[in-house]
């Protein structure tokens, strides 16, 4: 649903209705994981999903077009994929999961980084830094 304000973007746009609807068919799903996470969650992991919780609404706000003042796209989804780190940071370290990180979120930035190049790149030469 926010694939056409993100030019960098390779998501396939979805219709507005159907995503519309399909984020209708998951609230009852995130209802269902939040009373989880909050039954059998640590402090620390709960905190940490709160986060991740927020920064995901910031974005659905922004899908839906209610978000006032429309905040930078890159921004909410770079707190949507450190908050995600954070969580998983949590509740690996709350189940005593060993095997070092699996943060995704500078990975991610760097790939938006290197298609932004590659972009650029892919301009030809005599319209780059025109303005």
């Known amino acids: 649903m926010t694939a056409d304000r ?48 927020d920064a995901v609404w910031q974005l659905e706000r922004l899908a839906r077009g209610i978000a006032d003042p429309a905040p ?26 060993r095997g070092g990180s699996v943060a995704q979120s500078a990975l991610l930035e760097q790939a938006l980084l290197d298609r932004a190049a590659t972009a650029r790149e892919a301009v030809p030469q005599p319209y780059r830094n025109r303005r």
Request: proline share 3%; charged share 30%; aromatic share 6%.
């Open 72 to 97: 930078d796209m890159a921004a909410v989804l770079s707190g949507v994929n450190e908050a995600r780190d954070g969580f998983y940071r949590a509740a690996r370290r709350s189940l005593a999961v």
């Open 6 to 53: 993100r030019p960098e973007s390779h998501s396939h746009p979805i219709d507005r209705e159907a995503g519309l609807a399909k984020l209708a068919e998951t609230d009852a799903r995130r209802t269902i994981a939040w009373e989880n996470m909050l039954l059998l969650g640590d402090e620390a992991t709960v905190a940490a999903a709160r986060v991740w919780r």
